[in-house]
């Protein structure tokens, strides 16, 4: 994460951008009035230089280009068909079967016998138990060579959305030649937090597919959910490491999301394992593409 997070973009560079100069009209500024307007009028191409921003070499401009991006890009994650979250739902289930708090209402029958002296029927006596989410998700974003800009920032709504979706199932990871999990499949984290670790990456190293794809199994094999989902954000260039297709065929689950203009490989691996693969023209292409993937 930190070798990740030191590459900075100047404003000389910056400066070349489209209304850059309108939205950052000086060093440590950032006219919030100037992004909603060029959001309006170019959601893509302005949410991409928001998410270049967030790395800024200028401070001040990058903290306040964060705070705006996470607060972004987590909305636009909102949008797109409602769809059960997955976050568990109360059951009744026999005691023999579940540990939780006994239902006086719905056990009365049980409870009348045992006090009666009868012998306590434990599948007569409910309790109430949360059940897990029937569905487990692991998101892998590819942040070799050039993670940035409009790449950047549909990674930062995919993950998100994921958060939204399945909070209490799923899993983030980010690779190159390495693989670094911002959320563990089992762990509690908001999606504020998780999209604010991904702004601080920028494109490094070369791909190693392979390893992201085991990765991403060793996640979901923590997971007790009917449906296990691999969603892969990459071009599918492996440059380093084993041949992709063994791990990527050997998961449950795969659908793939490539940058639209660059999805050769991409649509080659998802045909060799039976995957799903669908094309990503931006970020705000991200949340109708994902409810896709994961709902058919």
Request: with cysteine.
């Amino acid at each position: 994460m930190a070798e990740a997070g030191r590459r900075t973009t100047s404003r000389r560079d910056l400066s070349r951008r489209d209304r850059f100069e309108e939205i950052s009209p000086d060093v440590g500024v950032l006219d919030e009035a100037a992004f909603d307007e060029a959001l309006a009028e170019d959601p893509d191409a302005t949410l991409a230089l928001l998410a270049d921003m967030t790395g800024a070499t200028d401070e001040a401009l990058r903290t306040l280009a964060r705070r705006l991006a996470g607060r972004v890009l987590v909305d636009l994650a909102r949008i797109g068909p409602e769809r059960r979250r997955g976050v568990g739902r109360l059951r009744r289930l026999p005691l023999s079967r579940a540990e939780g708090d006994v239902d006086l209402d719905a056990s009365l029958d049980a409870v009348a016998l045992a006090r009666a002296g009868g012998p306590l029927d434990a599948d007569g006596v409910r309790v109430g138990a949360w059940s897990r989410p029937d569905t487990a998700v692991c998101l892998l974003v590819d942040r070799s060579g050039s993670m940035a800009g409009d790449r950047l920032a549909a990674a930062g709504v995919a993950a998100a959305a994921v958060l939204f979706r399945a909070p209490l199932d799923c899993s983030v990871v980010a690779f190159a030649e390495d693989a670094v999990v911002l959320k563990a499949q089992d762990e509690v984290r908001t999606a504020d937090e998780v999209v604010g670790d991904l702004l601080r990456l920028r494109g490094f190293g070369v791909t190693d597919l392979a390893q992201a794809l085991r990765v991403a199994a060793r996640q979901l094999d923590r997971s007790r959910a009917g449906r296990r989902i691999t969603l892969l954000m990459s071009d599918c260039r492996a440059t380093t490491g084993g041949d992709p297709l063994d791990d990527a065929a050997a998961l449950t689950e795969l659908a793939v999301l490539a940058p639209d203009g660059d999805t050769d490989d991409a649509r080659a691996l998802a045909q060799a394992v039976g995957a799903v693969w669908t094309p990503l023209a931006g970020p705000t292409s991200v949340p109708d593409a994902l409810a896709r993937a994961l709902h058919g």
